[in-house]
Nanobody
Framework: QVQLVESGGGLVQAGGSLRLSCAASGSVFNRYVMGWYRQAPGKQRELVAT???????AYADSVKGQFTISRDNTQNTVYLQMNSLKPEDTAVYYC??????????????WGQGTQVTVSS
């Protein structure tokens, strides 16, 4: 079992920055691909960024150059640095952990989400 707890959300003016954190329980954190997703009101949840255990990253086109995902395997924590925030970045941001088990099953966990609101 992996428990994920997000923090760092809040209200910020357009152009501002926030850093989200996601603390994970468990001793196998470094085996998981970690990701950030977001869900705006009335919209589907969408992928924002992912980072593999060895630090390879991938981003949605909409946040490339604006957001940075990172992880600290010694602290079991993944971060999302969000700069130059826009009102359209307003959403609930969710942390995700996933990995393929030896039997082929997908181990997949979600945090409870943290609200990010960007005012214009």
């Amino acid at each position: 079992q992996v428990q994920l707890v997000e923090s760092g959300g809040g209200l910020v003016q357009a152009g501002g920055s926030l850093r989200l954190s996601c603390a994970a329980s468990g001793s196998v954190f470094n085996r998981y691909v970690m990701g950030w997703y977001r869900q705006a009101p009335g919209k589907q949840r969408e992928l924002v960024a992912t980072i593999t255990s060895d630090g390879s990253t991938a981003y949605a086109d909409s946040v490339k150059g604006q957001f940075t995902i990172s992880r600290d395997n010694t602290q079991n924590t993944v971060y999302l640095q969000m700069n130059s925030l826009k009102p359209e970045d307003t959403a609930v941001y969710y942390c995700n952990a996933r990995r393929r088990l030896g039997n082929g099953d997908l181990s997949n966990y979600w945090g409870q989400g943290t609200q990010v609101t960007v005012s214009s």
